[in-house]
């Protein structure tokens, strides 16, 4: 696979998030119009941990929905999104309209991904704004998308990657940059 160089442990990720609570807190004046919006599959289980930091410091619980943007990814083939039956639009169970969005991911690269979900929010509702949440920001933007809320800046060449594990998915959570061998 290549060689490997460890990023962060539990005890890091743990801090990155508790951090991106209190800026969470900090840019949004009222907590009750703001809802997570987890991207899946990792983006999910960043938001909830967001979400019961957001609790402890706050004792109040911020609405979490989970999204699937399987529906809106322009690189999947065009047969693919039209006729496979398993790919649906995300219904949100929160309004989201004229609600603070806080959209929660992983890995932010080429923005892609980001604008799938902002694509799937726009189609059901209209948000007074929809903020971006991420745990490592590795650069190389093909769309014009910034975080707002950063765990970490990884600058990465285009054939590396960051695998990130969490303890919810993989058993134990940690970030590795992962570069190929030559």
Do not use: W
Not at 74 to 87: A, H, I, M, V, Y
Not at 96 to 123: K, Q, S
Not at 140 to 159: F, M, Q, S
């Amino acid at each position: 696979m290549g060689q490997e160089r460890f990023l962060f442990d539990q005890g890091e990720i743990t801090r990155t998030l508790r951090r991106i609570a209190h800026e969470i807190i900090e840019n949004n004046d009222d907590l009750t119009q703001v809802v997570l919006v987890g991207i899946k599959t990792r983006g999910e289980y960043l938001a909830r941990r967001i979400q019961e930091n957001l609790e402890a410091i706050e004792g109040f619980q911020v609405p979490l929905e989970i999204m699937d943007i399987s529906f809106y990814r322009d690189d999947l083939p065009l047969q693919t999104r039209t006729l496979d039956p398993e790919l649906k639009a995300s219904k949100f169970e929160t309004n989201l309209t004229d609600r603070c969005v806080v959209l929660v991911d992983d890995v932010l690269y080429t923005g892609r991904t980001i604008r799938a979900a902002i694509d799937g929010i726009m189609d059901q509702s209209r948000p007074s704004r929809i903020q971006l949440g991420i745990l490592i920001d590795r650069g190389h933007r093909e769309l014009p998308i910034r975080a707002d809320y950063v765990g970490k800046n990884v600058p990465t060449a285009k054939n590396e990657h960051i695998q990130l594990q969490l303890q919810e998915v993989d058993g134990q959570d940690s970030v590795q940059l992962i570069q190929p061998t030559i």
